[in-house]
């Protein structure tokens, strides 16, 4: 079974950067798409990207392209969110998500990390 | 980019029939998938790929795909069913994945 769990909790200033971790067990990460999705306080689920480890592709939403980097640690089974020039609406909770092969539908979830981005 | 609409809000009353609904253009040619979200907790898929269920999760909920609208149902609403709901695409021409706008389920 696959279990999935998150870095905690973050403050930044507006300007820096975050970056979240995400970290699986109970299967390889090379075997499983990892995909990040955010909330932001009362809203809904914005999808932010994917990383397919079949055609080693990373596919970000457009919204963040620039400012968005997913990267993994194969040897931790540790993927990672790395969001730049944060803004305020950059608050949110951030959630690493995965699937498995031609199953897409984001199972398990991690807990989720909260970011604040406030001076 | 593909936009998936859900009403901001369902109320039901305890034992009978909720249904959520998720439009989108052509969406019945794509794979819909159901999640939901308790208050302060992760999503949590309750129907994949239009109407399978993962175990665990009550024949109580089922969904059905087909034009322009996807359906999931819940049967028998218990109070334990207070959630916000979420439908999930992979549009393939943009390579992307989508959520709908999310419906929270009230149980009067």
């Known amino acids: 079974q696959i279990q999935v769990v998150q870095s905690g909790a973050e403050v930044k200033k507006p300007g820096a950067s975050v970056k979240v971790s995400c970290r699986v067990s109970g299967y390889s990460l090379t075997e499983l798409s990892i995909h990040w999705v955010r909330q932001a306080p009362g809203k809904g689920l914005e999808w932010m990207g994917s990383?397919?480890?079949?055609?080693?592709?990373?596919i970000y939403a457009e919204k963040f392209q620039g400012r968005v980097t997913m990267t993994e640690d194969t040897f931790t089974d540790t993927a990672f969110m790395q969001l730049s020039s944060l803004r305020s609406d950059d608050t949110a909770i951030y959630y690493c998500a995965t699937s498995h092969g031609d199953f897409n539908a984001f199972d398990p979830w991690g807990q989720g990390t909260l970011v604040t981005v406030s001076s | 980019s593909y936009v998936l609409t859900q009403p901001p809000s369902v109320s039901v009353a305890p034992g009978n029939t909720a249904r959520i609904t998720c439009g989108g253009n052509n969406i019945g040619s794509k794979s819909v998938h159901w999640y939901q979200q308790k208050s302060g907790q992760a999503p949590v898929v309750v129907i994949y790929?239009?109407?399978d269920r993962p175990s665990g999760i009550p024949e109580r909920f089922s969904g059905s795909n087909s034009g322009n609208t996807a359906t999931l149902t819940i049967s028998r609403v218990e109070a334990g069913d207070e959630a916000d709901y979420y439908c999930?695409?992979?549009?393939?021409?943009?390579?992307?994945?989508?959520f709908g706008t999310g419906t929270k389920v009230t149980v009067l």
């Open positions: 790929y239009d109407s």
């Open positions: 999930h695409v992979w549009d393939r021409s943009s390579d992307h994945y989508v």
């Open positions: 990383f397919d480890p079949e055609d080693e592709k990373t």
